[in-house]
């Protein structure tokens, strides 16, 4: 049972350049998200989903792409890079479409550079 | 949408006093309050949870409190040692997806 698996670990982008981050969980959860992190702004929702085929726009979408074709599977695309998408990225998953006191569970995290 | 508001952003207590982290939140709908501790450079994870039902859990050295009429919600964590320096978000969570605030870094001073 590897949880919540995030890859890749580290990541340098030229700016324009596009690259999926993957997410995979082997949980069975309905519900992944996935959030970015930045210095004094927490965690901040991009996307999420409450089952497979099923997607939604967090707080700060622009700039990202989601689908969810599989239940175990959340990839996570950048289509043109920016600066500004410089982040840590996590993901994270729970059960019951996230919207319940199930407990959410992250990955490990993604950090991304675009230079 | 839900708006979660935390303070304060740094905290400094020696080592075995306690230490207090609030959290404020807008959504009278919220009906679910976890907290996370993310050490430096690791994923945030799950150090204990509130339901809208509970005014307050406990769970060792530390509590969780929750007002339910005032929204708001805090942290409490006893007899502090060094391992407990990290960064500590709260978060809510009712009909719409996890919202954090944007955490506290707390450093315990031996």
């Known amino acids: 049972n590897a949880g919540v698996t995030q890859t890749p670990k580290f990541q340098v982008l030229k700016t324009g350049q596009s690259m999926t981050l993957q997410c995979a969980q082997d949980m069975n959860h309905e519900y992944m998200s996935w959030y970015r992190q930045d210095p004094g702004m927490g965690l901040r929702l991009i996307h999420y989903?409450?089952?497979?085929?099923?997607?939604d726009q967090g707080e700060v979408p622009n700039g990202y792409n989601v689908s969810r074709s599989t239940t175990e599977d959340f990839p996570l695309r950048l289509l043109s890079a920016a600066p500004s998408q410089t982040s840590v990225y996590f993901c994270a998953s729970s059960l019951m479409g996230g919207y319940s006191g199930n407990t959410i569970y992250f990955g490990e995290g993604s950090w991304l550079t675009v230079v | 949408g839900e708006n979660v508001e935390q303070h304060p952003s740094t905290l400094s207590v020696q080592e075995g006093d306690s230490a207090v982290i609030k959290c404020t939140y807008s959504?009278?709908?919220?009906?679910?309050f976890p907290w996370y501790k993310q050490e430096l450079g690791k994923r945030p994870q799950l150090i204990i949870d509130i339901r809208s039902n509970v005014g307050e859990k406990k769970d060792q050295r530390i509590a969780v409190t929750l007002n339910k009429t005032a929204k708001h919600f805090s942290l409490h964590i006893t007899e502090t040692q060094p391992e407990d320096s990290a960064v500590y978000f709260c978060a809510a969570r009712g009909n719409t997806p996890l919202v954090f605030g944007k955490g506290t870094r707390l450093s315990v001073i031996a």
């Open positions: 959504d009278s709908a919220s009906n679910y």
């Open positions: 989903s409450v089952g497979a085929g099923i997607t």
